[in-house]
């Protein structure tokens, strides 16, 4: 298992932009293909973003329409997820994960959590 922080979460204004990260923890982050997920109130986890243990590849949830960046800097443990554009439905708790073995959609997949970020979008 690995230790994960996001940090970047708060109030934005719909048309602004933010910056999540997520610092995992230990020497093997690499090793870790990576997740975002975000859960609203009444609703489901769902599907944001993932990247490959490299950064070469990388996949959004359809729904999206390209507002949201993932990308990950390994030399220091940090995964990013750009939100540009928020609307008052992005409105959650936005999660990073980490995956040991591949880079998927389903929660199931994802053996490490972090305790997430409320983002709060305004009108």
């Known amino acids: 298992q690995v230790q994960l922080v996001e940090s970047g979460g708060g109030l934005v204004q719909a048309g602004g932009s933010l910056r999540l990260s997520c610092v995992a923890s230990g020497r093997a982050f690499g090793t870790y293909n990576m997740g975002w997920f975000r859960q609203a109130p009444g609703k489901e986890r769902e599907f944001v973003a993932a990247i490959s243990r490299s950064g070469g590849s990388t996949h959004y949830a359809d729904s999206l329409k390209g507002r949201f960046t993932i990308s990950r800097d390994n030399a220091k443990n940090t995964v990013y997820l750009q939100l540009s554009g928020p609307k008052s439905e992005d409105t959650a708790v936005y999660y990073c994960?980490?995956?040991?073995?591949?880079?998927?959609?389903?929660?199931?997949?994802?053996?490490?959590w972090g305790q997430g970020t409320q983002v709060t979008v305004s009108a």
């Open positions: 994960a980490a995956s040991a073995f591949v880079m998927g959609t389903e929660r199931s997949l994802y053996h490490s």
